[in-house]
C-alpha cells in the first residue's frame, strides 16, 4: 500500500492575531515534503476516541520558506480548531496525509500578465502562499491583492504584508477593505461588493485581460459574490479559481440522491505502483466502498468540497453527485472525486 501519512514535528508556533496562530512543521521521514503553493494538509486529530479530518491550508511557499508552515483560526464553536490551539505544542509529532489540493499556479507565464488576489479572513493562508510564489517566481507579473478583515489586528500576516508591498513596491499593489473602520475619505465603503469590485478591476487591469488571473477565498457567500461578478465581466472559466473552506454539503448531497442502480461494477484502482480490483455497488460511492473492502484513499470532507479525493478516471464512466471543485474542463479530462463517484459503466479504471 502506497504511504498516504505524513509524521510531522511541531518546531515552532507563532501567534499572528488573537485567534491565529502559524505552525512550523518537518517530516520526521528522512524526505522533504513536496507541495505547491496554495495547498493544504488534512490532519488526523484525535478527540473524544473518534479521528477527526481538518483540512488547513499551508501559509508557507517551497523554496521560499525554509519551514512547512500551516496557519489555523479558531473557528467560532470549531470543537477541533480549539482543540489544535489548545493542545497542540512545540515537539509534538501529527498525523496528516499528503498535501494536496488544486487552489495552485498551474505555471509561470512567459508574458507579462496581471494576478488579482481576493482573500476574507482566513482566506489569506492560501492566497499568502500563492502571494509569496508569483513576487518570486514572476516578476514580470503585476500582483494587486484585496483583503478583507474586520481590522488590521485582526488581519492575519498584516505586517509580513506590509513588508511585502515595500519589497515589492513595483509589482505589488495590496487594497485592505476593514470592515470595522468607517468609509475612506473617497467614500469606498470597507466591504467588498459587486459594485466595488467590477470597477475596481476595470480601473487596474493591466496587460492582456484574457490573460488575467483570479484568486479567490474566503466565506462562501463572498466567493459566490466576486465568481458571479467577474464571470458577470466576461472573464472565463478558466481564469478563476477559488479555494473552498469545507462546508456541510449534506443538504447537496441529499438533494442529489444517489444511482438506483445497486448492481456490481468492477472498479480497478490504481494507486502509485499499486493496482486494487475490487466491487462497488452502483448506488455506493466509490471511497466508501473502498474503504469498507481495506484500501486506503486519501479523504477529507466526504462531500465534493475540498478536492483530497481526487482522481483520474481513464476508463468507463463514473457521475458526480456534487462537485464544488473539479472546472468543466478537468471533467473533460477524466478528473473525478471518489468521495462523490459513482460508478456507471460495468468496468471502471480510477489512477490516483
Known sequence: ???LYLRLRITDIIKETPDAYTYYLENTGPEPVVYQAGQFLTFLVELHGITHRRSYSLSSTPGIDAHL????RQKQNGE????????WKKGDIITSLLPSGRFTLDRIAAQPRHIFL??????ITPVFSLLKHILYREPAARVTLVYSAASPQQAIFFQQLQALQVQFSQQLHCIYLFSQQMP???GIPRRLSNMLLEPMVN???TFDRTAAQFFICGPPDYMRMVMLTLTFMGFDESQLHKENFVVNTGVKLEKAGRPQDASLKQVQLRIGDATYEISVPGNQDILSSALQQGISLPYSCKGGV??????????????LAVNEVLTDAELAQGFVLTCVGYAVSDRVVIAL
Open 184 to 186: 475612506d475619505d473617497k
Open 118 to 123: 481576493f482573500a476574507a479572513g482566513s482566506g
Open 306 to 319: 475540498c478536492g483530497s479525493c481526487t482522481a483520474k478516471c481513464t476508463q468507463g464512466k463514473v457521475w
Open 203 to 205: 480601473e487596474l487591469l
Open 69 to 72: 508552515a500551516v496557519t489555523i
Open 80 to 87: 477541533i480548531s480549539r482543540y489544535i490551539i489548545s493542545h
Open 1 to 3: 500500500m502506497p504511504e
